[in-house]
Nanobody, 114 residues
Framework: VQLQASGGGLVQAGGSLKLSCEITARTFNFNYLAWYRQAPGKEREWVATIYPGGTTKYPDSVKGRFSISRDIRKNMVYLQMNNLRPEDTAVYYC?????????WGQGTLVTVSS
């Protein structure tokens, strides 16, 4: 399984970005799909999860601003990010959990200017 994340860039605070992750495997037989991020000098942190039935979960830091979704036919997972803040600046990674394995994409950089 390979993952290719894209869509990062530079945006002003309050703006929006939509990240995409192309997965080279059928996405209907997964435990969950997720996004994580890692800011400079900080540990990687969880951002969003979507389960096969469509249930989504978010940490309080992004709840109400970020939205994860997936397109089963296209084997894609997305992260819509609204009302971005400078503290959202990080490299964003997509992740697939399937059976007992985990797969990560290479990351896409999001920079939010104040």
């Amino acid at each position: 399984v390979q993952l290719q994340a894209s869509g990062g860039g530079l945006v002003q605070a309050g703006g929006s970005l939509k990240l995409s992750c192309e997965i080279t495997a059928r996405t209907f037989n997964f435990n969950y799909l997720a996004w994580y991020r890692q800011a400079p000098g900080k540990e990687r942190e969880w951002v969003a999860t979507i389960y096969p039935g469509g249930t989504t979960k978010y940490p309080d830091s992004v709840k109400g601003r970020f939205s994860i979704s997936r397109d089963i036919r296209k084997n894609m997972v997305y992260l819509q990010m609204n009302n971005l803040r400078p503290e959202d600046t990080a490299v964003y990674y997509c992740k697939v959990a399937r059976a007992s394995s985990e797969y990560w994409g290479q990351g896409t950089l999001v920079t939010v200017s104040s």
